[in-house]
């Protein structure tokens, strides 16, 4: 019998993610199940382990269910995915997991094959096989390797090796052309890539080698220009030394000139012939020492030079010093003595208080052996209103090594270039503490590289030449934590580090604030550290709090802000309106005098008081506001006029409204929306939100996002507040975030009454009683929902009016089975149909089968769970999608049809996976866990039921937690262990009576 082959799989990185058989793309469903596919075959052949996965899927935040997660969707992978060359195409092992796949399987390697055939075509000068391999391997690309995938930070090296193997291989493509004489073709390909990488030298090395070989001599100095001019102009550099030979060549109409070697790197290095000087190779022991050193020049009125004193004045670092590792290793790396070239300078920047000075001694004090002729310190009070002049701060350098005040120079010049000959040649550190800027410091510069230089400086000193700027953050929180502990040694801080962490956190992890708590805390002994926690907390007041012995945060902070322009120090007290420390670029410029934006910024970054922040989202620049200069801008915001409060909080809402009703068409359809209002909605300089990813999106700027409704709503821009609160829902309905739901609709709420603005009461008590519904409090629920359907008939606002219905329908479903739900969701239905709104009319229609199947009219309930399915899928609305399916899973298994239970709600699952939405994953995997147990696996019973009760535990949802437990004691009792299915009913029935205030409760529906 003869056998036919198997179908040959192939598996496609060099584009979106494809998996074929026999020519056939194989499905292989859901993007995680895809993501965990993609990082194997990025690993194809080798064990990859589960943390490995679990990383790339969840960066740092996976969720407690990760393992199960990932061991779900390798599941899935082995069932979909074609057989190999080994008996599992996927293996398990004591480490990982291994993905099997045959040499010709995978697109990345047979292109990397091909590669090297081509290459060993290329090297022994045959042309056309080298050209035809190239094409072959060209190709296999479809597009940017997995372009249908997020991006993961473990992918960025492998997928970076191959783009750039691609364009290795598109150059030597375009020069096989050349060398066979075909250079139309080598020209057109090599202006391509010209264009799109334009600052790769070997590419305009062989276009213009191309376009002199092809006669054209004048084009190829063209492209040279064209070249020279994108370096020079875009990175300031020259082109390097092959590019420059070639157009000298063409230049002198060389017949030999020779074609660059396909895909070799253009050299830049100088030409080996030249000599390698001599201080290049001296070792550092073989510098002149002091006494031998080049003889400095005359000093003034013919003084004969005085013996020079060996100064030891750096400053004692603090005894209780903590972390800082990562700046103490630069630091030894950069100071040290080299007398080939010029002093190491290297700059310390960061705000007030940060502990600049600190570290610089402490710096200091572990390179004092490299500098056995001295370290000099100056204080330079650069950030006072009075910062020392270099003449007066030379004189007390040259002092300090061994000139008498009669000799000292009287002209700052001649001072200058006393100091730098004294110390010419001689191995000194020098500490220049708190400088205001360049000016200060240029003057204070040794001359020879036998000295290091380390300043310290508020401001970011961005024009010293040659200088190592070493941005100082402020300490972790460990460390912050460790310095509390050194500084309150008497065990209240290890006895109660939960309070510990939020003083650490209140002072922003500053030293000298965390140094100003400890020293309160140490002077009051009997004080908890939880009490003087509570001091700390948010709120007008906190700085009072961080001042000892003189010393204050708050005088710290205030001549950072009094070297700002004007108009920078009102855009920081403009800042204190709002709650959030970070904002992004187009908000901070909202608070300036736009013509004065840049200049003032500007100001705000170089001072260290605005640090900017990266957004891996969006792509647009943020800027952070310190925390304690927060609370400092907090307090002064309570001085603006009113007038200036409600200009700042108009544009600032206009530009979040715009934003956040743009990103929120991209997430799943949500009927809570309202008919819009009259709010401004103009969005100056600010970026679009990305498509592809808006939770993210909203989860980065939440918190801004809230504060803007607050301050709207505090000037009482009642229609902007009602509005952005409202733009929120459908964010904070998919992803559970009923605290600042809740908080941004209150305010809102509290704006709009107080205006008599009825639209947009109505359309925030839809969203206030929808968070009460969710979390059972369905008497509260009823009156706000009553209230804003009454509201919205009164104003003929149709879509109002549905929505409210709609809410009422589900509360009389779930508090009184037998109630008035029917007839409220047909309501709502009307208003829907009559609005076309068929997204909506879905849920309503989800609604009714729920109500039938709970009422035992399963064939009825099959109805319109089918039709809202149908309008579902046809809308491409997939959380209505797995929503419905979920409901058809729970009717299947009513009426004990348990496999196809199963595959309903596993693929509701997985869609709620994708979608982010845990709270209705929760419900699914809480139905699943009830299927299971009717089919006798009460292993996965219980697992699933677990899980569903962590979600509702997390979320405070009562109902579903009840569910979840009743759901337990079943599985305890079919496992013979009825002291737990006791335990466990008596828990469940209990927030039963919790949620219906009724010692009678019995069993509700679930939702």
Known sequence: MIVAPAPRTTFGLLGPLRVRAGGVDVPVPGAKRRMVLAHLLLHANRVVSADELTATLWADDPPRTARDNLYTYLSGLR????????????????????????DDELDAAVFATLLRQAAAHRHAGRWRPALDLLDEALRLWRGAPLADLPARPAWSAPLGRLTELRLDAREQHAVAHVRLGEHGAGIGELRELATDHPFRESLWLHLMTALAAAGRRADALAAYRQARDLLVGELGVEPGAALVEAHRAILAGSDHLAPAPAGAATPDAPDAAQPVPVSATTPAAAAPSPATAPAAADPPSGVPEPPVAVPHQLPAYPADFVGRQVELDRLDALLRPDPAGPPTVACLVGMAGVGKTALAARAGSRVTDRFPDGQLYAQLHGSTDRPRGAGQVLGELLR??????????????????????????????????????????????????????????????????????????????????????????????????????????????????????????????????????????????RLDQLHADGRSVREALLPSLR????????????????????QPDWVVRSLFDLPRSDRALDALVEANLLRPVADPVAGELRYRLPELLHCHATEAAGQLPPD?????????????????????????????????????????????????????????????????????????????????????????DHSNRYDEWRRSHR??????????????????????????????????????????????????????????????????????????????????????????????QAQVHNNLGMINR??????????????????????????????????????????RRPTAALRQLTAAVEIFDQLGDTHCAGYAIQTMGRVLLTTGDERRAHRSLGRALGVFRRLGDRSGEATAMEGLAEVYAAQRRSRDAASSREKALELRRQITGDTEATRLPHR
């Open 400 to 541: 300090a090594l061994g000139v008498p005040r009669p000799q000292l120079p009287r002209r700052t010049a001649e001072r200058a270039a006393q100091y730098r000959s004294l110390l010419a040649g001689r191995r000194v550190l020098v500490v220049l503490d708190d400088a205001a800027g360049v000016d200060q410091i240029e003057p204070l510069l040794p001359a020879t590289g036998t000295a290091a230089v380390l300043v310290t400086c508020r401001r970011t000193v961005t024009t010293l030449p040659g200088a190592h700027l070493l941005s100082v953050p402020a300490l972790t929180p460990d460390d912050a934590r460790t310095l509390l502990a050194r500084i309150v040694p008497d065990g209240r801080i290890e006895h109660d580090p939960a309070a510990a962490g939020r003083i650490t956190r209140a002072c922003g992890y500053l030293p000298l604030a965390v140094r100003l708590a400890g020293a309160r805390l140490a002077a009051h002994p009997h004080q908890s550290v939880a009490q003087f926690a509570a001091l700390l907390a948010p709120g007008p007041g």
């Open 854 to 895: 709970d009422r035992g009219r399963y064939d009825q309930a099959h109805d319109r769970f089918q039709q809202a399915l149908q309008t579902a899928r046809r809308l491409g609305d997939r959380h209505r999608e797995a929503n419905v399916l979920r409901e058809i899973g729970a009717l299947n298994l009513t009426v």
């Open 79 to 102: 069932h979909c995915l074609p057989p190999g060359p080994e008996p599992a195409r996927i293996s398990t092992t004591p480490h990982g997991y291994q993905l099997h796949v045959a």
């Open 747 to 840: 305010s809102a709420l509290a704006a709009a009454r107080r205006a008599g603005n009825r639209h947009g009461e109505a359309a925030l008590l839809r969203g206030l009683g929808q968070i009460l519904l969710y979390q059972d409090r369905y008497g509260e629920a009823r009156e706000l929902l009553l209230r804003s359907y009454q509201l919205s008939r009164e104003l003929g606002d149709v879509r109002g009016a549905a929505v409210a219905a709609s809410g009422l329908g589900s509360v009389e479903r779930l508090a009184v089975p037998r109630g008035n739900a029917t007839r409220w969701f047909r309501r709502s239905l009307e208003g829907f149909v009559a609005l076309g709104d068929e997204n909506a």
């Open 563 to 582: 070297r700002l322009p004007d108009d920078a120090v009102l855009a920081v007290t403009r800042w204190g309106l709002f709650a959030s420390e970070t």
């Open 644 to 732: 200036e409060r409600r200009g700042v909080a108009g544009r600032v809402s206009a530009g979040w409204l715009a934003r956040a009703e743009d990103a929120t068409t991209a997430l799943p359809h949500c009927v809570f929306l309202p008919r819009p209002g009259t709010a401004d909605r103009s969005a100056p300089g600010a970026p679009t939100p990305p498509r592809t990813a808006p939770l993210a999106w909203f989860d980065q700027r939440l918190g801004a996002l809230v504060d803007a409704v607050d301050v709207a709503a505090a000037a009482d821009l009642h229609e902007p507040a009602w509005e952005l609160a409202v733009a929120l829902t459908p964010y904070f």
